[in-house]
T-cell receptor
């Protein structure tokens, strides 16, 4: 069965970086986009960006340009999202989710999600 | 960006009631609209895609409809397990994908 398993909670100080992993299983890793979202405490969902595991190409939300990097390790079927220059407003649960086939489209709805990773930014 | 306006933000209701949640898109998105249910501490669960296509395993009391840029999620005969927060999401444009602000369905 399709599973996305994320790394554990993180606590960072302002200005630091956080790197969260998303390990995929149960399907052909390179065939589906991986998207990242975040949800601040008590707030709604925000799209962070998307990676194509076939070639590593990425697209990021404008609010994250210059601060986020998404990379992959095909051998371990893991996608990483690193967010730098953290501020308190980056405190959120970060989710990865499997998108559509890379041969089809980046625009997608999401049936499969990781369990979420809480990243707390505090001095 | 395509802005999704979801209403109401909170809905107080009772088991057995029929409720409707509305999502309005700031521009045309055809039927590239999904609905999710989210419970505290959990990832969103996909209920409906394509505005009205029920996901496998989702109870038939959930239904979705579309009229131009207005979309509705209806839950008929609300069950105790349905108390949660619901989100709409447009996927007409992925730059960026956007969600409505959420509707918390709570017990009256």
């Amino acid at each position: 069965q399709v599973q996305l398993v994320q790394s554990g909670p993180e606590v960072k100080t302002p200005g630091a970086s956080v790197k969260i992993s998303c390990r995929a299983s149960g399907y052909t890793f390179s065939n589906y986009y991986i998207h990242w979202f975040r949800q601040a405490p008590g707030q709604g969902l925000e799209w962070v960006g998307v990676m194509n595991p076939t070639d590593g190409s990425t697209s990021y939300g404008v609010d994250f340009l210059g601060r986020v990097i998404m990379i992959k390790d095909t051998s371990t079927r893991v996608v990483y999202m690193e967010l730098s220059r953290l501020v308190s407003e980056d405190t959120a649960v970060y989710y990865c989710a499997r998108g559509d086939l890379t041969s089809v489209t980046k625009r997608s709805y999401f049936e499969y999600w990781g369990q979420g990773t809480l990243a707390t930014v505090s001095s | 960006d395509i802005h999704m306006t979801q209403s109401p933000s909170t809905l107080s209701t009772s088991v057995g009631d029929t409720i409707t949640i509305t999502c309005r898109a700031s521009q045309t998105i055809n039927t590239y609209l999904a609905w999710y249910q989210q419970k505290p501490g959990k990832a969103p669960k996909l209920l409906i895609s394509g505005a009205s296509n029920l996901q496998y395993g989702v109870p038939s009391r959930f239904s979705g409809s579309a009229s131009e840029t207005e979309f509705t999620l209806t839950i008929s005969s609300l069950q105790p397990d349905d108390f949660a927060t619901y989100y709409c999401q447009q996927y007409y444009s992925y730059l960026p994908l956007t969600f409505g602000g959420g509707t918390k369905v709570e017990s009256k």
